[in-house]
């Protein structure tokens, strides 16, 4: 069954580096997605992709943050000069078109990111 | 109001009972819902899509309500197994999912 992977399954780096979450999403889909999830806290909306460019992101998402798609299968979630409080799960999806007109997104197991 | 509003319970069901819990929505442009079940550290993992007036997959139910802007689950037959957070997402827009904080269902032996 195709599936959403995720790498690394868990990052530690120091406060102020920049991290890249990786992010190889279902072939045939052409939506991608960005949420994130604090330690016992809902799933939040980062940012969607859809033709190589943003469609929507979220007040979360501000100039911290940036995403790229570098080639045919990769999607990368770039967060520059980390905080503490971005310590968080950090969960990639894909659908096959946008969630509002019906598809499910299917989401990767998440890349475990902690800031110390 | 919020987003997407659930009760997180826990709500402890024991094994073989039905349990049932709601979710409301405030977006009435909303036209997409679905049910994820998320388990503990783990990622959300469709459970099912609810259309129109609702589904029904195995045990599982979901049922959709406009008028007063929710959706229901109602899981028959609890198994060990069905112990999770299930999570309501309507969808938003053409391109984002709500998530509420969940439904916490313990099944106990």
């Known amino acids: 069954e195709p599936e959403v992977t995720q790498t690394p399954s868990h990052q530690v780096t120091q406060m102020g580096q920049e991290v890249i979450l990786r992010c190889v999403p279902i072939?045939?889909?052409?939506?991608f997605y960005w949420y994130r999830q604090i330690l016992g806290q809902k799933v939040e909306f980062l940012v969607s992709?859809?033709?190589?460019?943003?469609?929507?992101k979220s007040e979360i998402f501000d100039d911290q943050f940036s995403v790229e798609r570098p080639d045919g299968s990769n999607f990368t979630l770039k967060i520059r000069s980390t905080k503490l409080e971005d310590s968080a799960m950090y969960f990639c999806?894909?659908?096959?078109?946008?969630?509002?007109?019906?598809?499910?997104?299917?989401f990767g197991q998440g890349t475990r990111l902690t800031v110390v | 109001r919020k987003e997407v509003e659930q009760d997180p319970g826990p709500f402890n069901v024991p094994e073989g009972a039905t349990v049932a819990f709601n979710c409301t929505y405030s977006n009435s442009a909303s036209q997409s819902f679905f049910w994820y079940r998320q388990d503990c550290r783990k990622e959300p993992k469709l459970l099912m899509s609810?259309?129109?007036s609702g589904n029904e997959d195995g045990r599982f139910t979901a049922q959709l309500n406009r008028a007063s802007q929710y959706i229901s689950l109602l899981i028959r037959d609890s198994k060990l197994s069905d112990s999770a957070t299930y999570l309501c997402a309507p969808a938003l827009g053409n391109n984002r999912l709500a998530f509420g904080k969940g439904n916490q269902v313990v099944v106990i032996p």
């Open positions: 609810v259309y129109s």
């Open positions: 072939s045939n889909h052409l939506y």
């Open positions: 999806a894909s659908s096959e078109e946008g969630t509002g007109s019906g598809p499910e997104a299917f």
């Open positions: 992709f859809y033709n190589n460019e943003i469609s929507e």
